[in-house]
Each structure stands twice: as C-alpha cells, then as structure tokens.
C-alpha cells in the first residue's frame, strides 16, 4: 500500500541502531508493565513485543537498582533499543545513559536546578543518547498550568518547549518530543501546533486511552490524523491490556494509512447480511487467530473472507487468496481462479493450507 501524504522533514536523532525524524520510517514503540526489577519477567515482555513488531520498548526506571535491568537485558542478547521512563531524579537519568539505555524519558524541569540537567545532558552527550521529552495533560507546570487555566493544546506545547530550551541551553539538541492529551482532538492540536514551531521529531499518543474498542478507535483518529497530514515520527497505542496489543493496533494503524514497512496481511471481510448463510462472523474471527498465531500476518497479501454471492466472487477475485460464501460452504479463490468447493467446516483450514503452499 502506498501513501500520498507528504511528511514533514524533522531532525534525524539516532536510538540504538535506529533513526528517529530525518525522513526514516515511522517506527512503532510500547512499554512493558512488568516490574523492572524482575529481569525474567522483564526480558520475557521484551521479547514478546519485539518479537511482535515493536522497534521501541520503554521501560520504567524508578530507582538506581532497576537500572541495572538494562545491563542485563543487553547481556541476555536484546537488540531492540529499550528507553528508560525517568521522572524527578536526575542520578537514576546518568546512570541509565551509563548502563545500556538506548533513550532517556525525562522532563528536565522535572529534575532540580540547572547544575543537575548538566549533568544529565553532558552524560547522555558522551553516550550518545538522546532525550525525550513527554508532555501530558496531567503533568503541567504549574506556572503553565496557572498561565493557561486547564491543559489546553497550548499549554501542552509550551510545556515542551520549555523543557527542550532547558537543554538547549546547554547545547543539547539530540531532543523527541511527545505531548500528549486523553482528549484525542488536544492532541491532534497540540501536535499540529508543534510541529509547525519546530523541527524535533515528535512521537504520537493518546495518553489514558483505556482498553477495548473504545481506546483503539480514540488512538487510531489521533494518530491517524496527523500521520495523513505528515506530523509524527513514532507512534505509541496506549491500552489498558497487554502490551503486544498495542503493537498489533499501531501496525494496523501504520498499514491502513500506508506509512508501515512491512504492510502485512490485508484481510478485506464484508459485514455480513441476511443474504449469509455461513458464520462468517466466526469465520473470521477463527482466521485471524491462526494467521497470527501460525505468523502468518506478516505476509504482505490480500485475503478477502466473504458472505454471499452478490460481491463476494468478485472482492475474491480482486485479493491474492479468498472465499465467497454459499449455503454451509464456500469457494476457495487464488487471484480470481476458483480452486475448489470447501464445505464451511473446513474453510479456514483450507485456506490456512492455501496461504502457506502459495506463499510460504
């Protein structure tokens, strides 16, 4: 799938063996929920979301001694660049910039006087590791916060601007911002806001979303709408769930706008009518269950899954593999040449089987 949208050029900042802004991929982030002192558990997470397509992890950083997971992670073979979460101490920023951390996660205003966001920027300077900057509605200033009565998308904008001057001061430009809001249109304002008053690469978010259908659809406006104006670097799914699934939702975000780098499968299923007279509703469900759970849906095909006679020869005709619905049974297709009669039973199978002869 290609896109149309012109995205804007920010400055390239180097994560691990990443670039961030500076015209490379949209690359996709989550972080772990796990305690960071439990390395197993820790790693464990890692990997699952590495292993699901995250470019990005995030970690929690609360004291000098979860540092030390970041050490051990690397010792254990992690790749994927891991970010340390850091708020209010500016020791715990130095030793994660010393210990592995590909990227800190800290407000420097946060942190105490200027002597002390010195020392951070000189540590992530000789470690060549950048800062970002994370603003949310629930964490202004309170001079901002007094300035502006409530966290309006200007206030969130001058929040991180502030900070970033606060390193800019001290020469450090090697600077990702992310303002976030739980209100998905101050976040698409705040970002639009920033991203025509500076050039520092910007990761996308809706903050507090939630879980379920509810929280994916508020992510999938607000980080949908500003990728199709060219704003965002990387993005970020927030669920109250599983981490993994934010990844799964921020890939179908990227592929649906055209930005992924790998598109994966593109599953096209009519909602179904009185004119079904198989379970397609199941069908489906059934189907992408096996996809992922076979690793099948990072291949980059066109499936479609369909319930009757009226489109669904033809949408079948139109994907690289396919089903039409009849009564109880269904027409396998292979780039509009009908391979055989399935009965229902045996549908997703046969078209499971279908994938990885054809493509596998």
Do not use: W
């Not at 649906?256 to 179904?272: H, Q, R, S, Y």
């Not at 006679?309 to 396998?332: H, S, T």
Request: with cysteine; aromatic share 4%.
């Amino acid at each position: 799938m290609k896109t149309s949208f012109d995205r804007k050029n920010t400055r390239a900042v180097r994560v691990g063996q990443l670039s961030i802004g500076g015209g490379a991929p949209i690359h996709i982030q989550s972080m772990t929920n796990t305690d960071t002192h439990d390395v197993d558990a820790t790693y464990s997470q890692v990997m699952r979301l590495a292993e699901a397509g995250a470019d990005i992890v995030r970690i929690t950083a609360p004291d000098l001694e979860a540092v030390k997971t970041f050490e051990s992670l690397i010792a254990r073979g992690v790749k994927i660049p891991l970010v340390a979460d850091i708020h209010f101490n500016h020791e715990i920023a130095i030793a994660a910039a010393e210990h592995g951390a590909s990227k800190i996660r800290i407000n420097p205003g946060n942190i105490g006087d200027d002597s002390k966001v010195f020392r951070v920027v000189e540590a992530c300077k000789a470690a060549g590791v950048p800062i970002r900057i994370g603003v949310n509605s629930g964490s202004l200033e309170k001079h901002i916060l007094e300035k502006y009565g409530a966290p309006t998308p200007e206030a969130l904008v001058e929040s991180a601007l502030y900070h970033a001057d606060l390193l800019e001061k001290f020469s450090f430009s090697n600077i990702v911002l992310s303002v976030k809001a739980s209100s998905v249109t101050d976040m698409i304002t705040a970002n639009r806001i920033l991203s025509e008053r500076t050039g520092y690469p910007l990761h996308l978010g809706v903050t507090e979303a939630g879980g379920g259908n509810s929280a994916i659809v508020k992510s999938s406006i607000g980080i949908g709408t500003l990728l199709s104006e060219g704003i965002g670097d990387t993005v970020r799914v927030s669920l109250t769930d599983d981490p993994v699934e934010e990844i799964y939702a921020a890939k179908e975000i990227l592929r649906t706008v055209g930005m992924a780098k790998n598109p994966g499968l593109d599953i096209v299923a009519c909602p179904t009518c009185g004119r079904t007279k198989i379970n397609l509703i199941g069908l489906l469900a059934d189907f992408k269950h096996k996809v992922r759970e076979e690793g099948l849906d990072s291949l980059n095909i066109k499936v479609a899954l369909m319930g009757c006679i009226v489109n669904g020869p033809g949408e079948a005709r139109e994907a690289d593999l396919g089903i039409a619905g009849g009564k109880g049974e269904g027409l396998i297709f292979r780039k509009g040449e009908i391979l055989r009669k399935v009965p229902e039973d045996r549908l997703i199978d046969e078209l499971i089987a279908e994938i990885k002869k054809t493509y596998c």
